[in-house]
């Protein structure tokens, strides 16, 4: 026993423990682990000899698991908070306020308590930001509340013109109502909106801060031409503007007396960008490379045309054109190099002051002034939170760059304006953001673990590295924030960008090298008129990034138009990508519920069958080959916004016109004839592969949905007796046989509609094609931004 015992490394284990091994093991499990031979149990040893590192590693692993999610403690419960934010959008009446904030105050009180008593839990605090964000949104829309315009009138408005805007297709003023004409007898002044938005002759010389009087064309601002669409009504509202419209003529100057302080100061600020962007047209003449250069310095992109601005779409560079991270990056860390390499040419301030802070206050100052020369949008506000977070954390010695200050930056733009939580520039630059970020946070972790850092001794080697960890970075970068950017762009516009990767790669060096650095010079030299060469050498490379964007672009004849994915699928899709890249360790493989989601609810949907304008007499519909066909006299935004849908172009209108044997009008009506969509099987793919003559969406034999829009009351009748939708401003009888009806009573509450069939096979009722569900773009009762 003894020989066993000296040969077994158990035993040596546990005398080095400090027990005496003298007294014999203290308990019976001991004495036998003790006696054992070594020989006649070696999967002992190997316990022995493994065990204790392999806990060692998971407890590590589990450690570094809690770091990463405390880490991202605030990045959730901003979710959260957006999340209280959407839930109230999407609510299908508008709540009590009253009740909100009872509901508000008693989840606080539960917080407080429970933090008191060291049991708050994660969930309590995430239901609690939920709600935050649903009072808050609620708080927003009772204090932005202000009349709107109810019928459409011609107007002699007499105001203060608080922004222009100068767009391809004419200038447009905001201005703030002070006195008005042509008021309806029933109409008091009061209701009449406080702020319009007008657009005016390319004569217009009226600016910010202007005094007019102007004779109008009013229309209530327009709301949505297809449930889920773009609504700018809802945008209108939270800008408080009342209505919209177009001028007669030029407007006048009026008399109301000084413009406020605020209004000074915008004033001069856009007086300024304008100087700016006029000296750079006078320096590089008018063109792409002018007008690409006063959009990328102050935010003007009035003169860069509709050519240029949809090759950079389809190379994937026209997040350039959007003021955002990468710009305000530019400007204020090339200010702080500046100026510390300025400060470490001296040997007193480089030894006694703290240059680094001096240059980070300097980069502040610096990106405080291109947030107002670049017009201060929603990305060019996150990034300046975001630049604002960095230097401070220079100034206090703490790291600024984080998930933190990302959770920080969104908090504060949705307190502010909870509304921005839909605006397509916020979703996508929070987005790429989040993504960027997390994935980097992960790279500089993994790499500190498993590559320490090995000086080379060669310069050659270094400067080899050093290429190679910039390509990719910028590769990674490039895929991830175009992958999380396109998600959303895929929903909002209906467009990707096939070739953005190698865009990007070809043309953010051109950018960030040649560009922005010049750029950033020419408006440092400009006030002592030394502009010029730096301003030829930032155009020398816009024309070499727009020829690489006219190059990408060419890659392809597929413009990146695709079918509009709904918003469930693009949430449960941007889900996986933040599950996969913020979660840690193994818990990423939980990405795989919302990717299979995402997939489910993708093939699950399918676009609409009819769609019916809020207004008129336009009416799209499907043909019995499956092809969405339009009856509209000419293009426009809800013509656009239908093929959007399908997956086309604008310019695809006059080859989806309805052709005369799907409609039939008169003076008392139209009626339309309606197919049911006819998705792809794997037989009918798979067959259509090897014969081009059978189609797979081919529907005929498929008997149509009768959609009546009457205008005569005999034509109503009639109508009621043989169709299946009704359309009418008339007011329809009770006993109208007809499935769905939409009168005077209920047309502009509803607004647009769009429609889904049941094909025969699936119809209540064989051989007959019925709706499946239809849905209206407005609730009733309507929510504030509808009334």
Not at 19 to 40: E, I, M, V
Not at 555 to 569: E, N
Request: charged share 20%; hydrophobic share 45%.
């Amino acid at each position: 026993m003894s020989g066993g015992a000296d040969n077994n490394p158990l035993v040596d284990d546990v005398g080095s423990s400090g027990q005496d091994q003298s007294q014999g093991p203290s308990n019976k499990h001991a004495f036998r682990r003790l006696s054992w031979p070594t020989g006649r149990f070696p999967f002992r040893r190997k316990r022995a000899d493994t065990g204790p590192s392999g806990f060692s590693q998971r407890r590590e692993a589990h450690a570094e698991w809690r770091r990463r999610l405390a880490e991202q403690k605030l990045l959730w419960s901003a979710f959260a908070f957006a999340s209280g934010v959407a839930l109230y959008a999407l609510l299908p009446e508008e709540p009590n306020f009253l009740a909100v904030s009872v509901l508000f105050a008693a989840s606080g009180l539960f917080v407080l308590r429970a933090l008191r008593q060291s049991r708050l839990t994660s969930a309590g605090v995430l239901v609690f930001a939920v709600i935050a964000g649903a009072l808050c949104a609620d708080l927003r829309t009772t204090a932005v509340d202000a009349p709107r315009l109810q019928e459409a009138g011609t107007f002699t408005v007499v105001g203060r013109v608080t922004s222009r805007e100068d767009t391809q297709r004419g200038p447009r003023l905001t201005i703030d109502v002070e006195e008005v004409a042509d008021l309806p007898r029933n109409q008091a002044k009061d209701a009449f909106p406080q702020r319009v938005r007008i657009s005016v002759p390319e004569a217009t010389t009226s600016g910010t801060g202007d005094a007019v009087s102007v004779r109008a064309r009013l229309f209530p601002p327009s709301g949505p031409v297809r449930p889920g669409g773009y609504d700018f009504s809802f945008r209108a509202y939270f800008e408080r503007i009342g209505a919209t419209g177009f001028s007669y003529g030029v407007p006048r100057v009026a008399d109301l007396g000084e413009e406020t302080l605020l209004l000074k100061t915008k004033r001069r600020l856009d007086d300024l960008r304008q100087g700016i962007a006029d000296r750079i047209d006078g320096l590089l003449g008018a063109g792409d490379g002018s007008a690409l250069a006063a959009a990328l310095l102050v935010g003007d992109r009035s003169g860069l045309s509709a050519e240029s601005e949809e090759v950079l779409r389809q190379a994937g560079l026209a997040h350039i054109l959007a003021i955002s991270g990468l710009h305000m990056a530019l400007f204020a860390g090339g200010t702080y190099a500046v100026i510390l390499i300025l400060l470490s040419l001296s040997q007193t301030a480089a030894l006694h002051y703290p240059t680094h802070r001096i240059a980070a206050v300097a980069a502040l100052m610096a990106a405080i002034c291109y947030l107002g020369l670049s017009g201060a949008s929603v990305a060019t506000q996150r990034s300046f939170i975001m630049v604002f977070l960095v230097f401070l954390g220079v100034l206090t010695g703490r790291r600024g760059l984080t998930l933190r200050s990302v959770a920080l930056a969104g908090l504060a733009l949705l307190m502010l304006a909870p509304e921005r939580l839909f605006h397509p520039g916020f979703q996508m630059s929070f987005a790429a953001v989040i993504c960027l970020v997390a994935a980097y946070d992960a790279l500089r972790d993994g790499r500190g673990e498993r590559l320490p850092k090995t000086p080379s001794a060669s310069p050659v080697l270094r400067a080899m590295k050093f290429v190679l960890h910039w390509t990719f970075g910028l590769f990674l970068t490039a895929l991830i924030a175009g992958t999380a950017t396109g998600l959303i762009g895929a929903y909002h516009f209906g467009r990707i960008a096939p070739f953005g990767l190698i865009g990007n790669m070809l043309g953010m060096p051109v950018f960030s090298l040649i560009v922005m650095p010049m750029g950033v010079l020419a408006l440092i030299l400009m006030p002592f008129g030394l502009a010029v060469l730096p301003l030829q050498i930032m155009a020398f490379g816009l024309d070499l990034l727009l020829r690489i964007a006219d190059w990408t672009a060419g890659l392809g004849a597929h413009s990146g138009a695709v079918p509009v994915p709904d918003a469930i699928t693009t949430l449960l899709a941007t889900a996986t990508l933040f599950v996969l890249l913020l979660l840690p360790g193994k818990l990423k493989g939980f990405s795989v519920i919302p990717f299979v989601a995402a997939v489910i609810a993708g093939t699950l949907s399918r676009p609409p069958d009819v769609q019916i304008a809020d207004k008129g007499g336009l009416i799209a519909a499907r043909d019995n080959s499956g092809t969405l066909r339009i009856h509209a006299g000419r293009a426009g935004f809800a013509t656009d916004n239908w093929l959007q849908v399908e997956g086309l172009t604008e310019t695809a209108f006059q080859d989806h016109r309805m052709a005369e044997g799907q409609y039939a009008c008169d003076g008392t009506g139209c009626l339309y004839r309606a197919y049911p969509y006819r998705t792809q099987t794997i037989y009918q793919t798979l067959f259509g592969l090897f014969n081009s003559g059978e189609q797979g969406t081919e529907a005929i034999g498929s008997p149509p949905l009768l959609l009546a829009l009457p205008k005569t009351a005999d034509a109503l009748e009639l109508d009621c007796r043989f169709a299946d939708v009704v359309v009418t401003a008339l007011t329809v009888p009770d006993d109208c046989r007809a499935g769905l009806v939409i009168d005077s009573r209920n047309r502009h509450a509803l607004g647009a509609i769009s429609i889904w069939l049941a094909p025969p096979e699936k119809s209540p009722k064989p051989g007959h094609t019925q709706i499946a569900y239809w849905r209206a773009a407005k609730t009733t009762p309507p929510r504030p931004w509808h009334k």
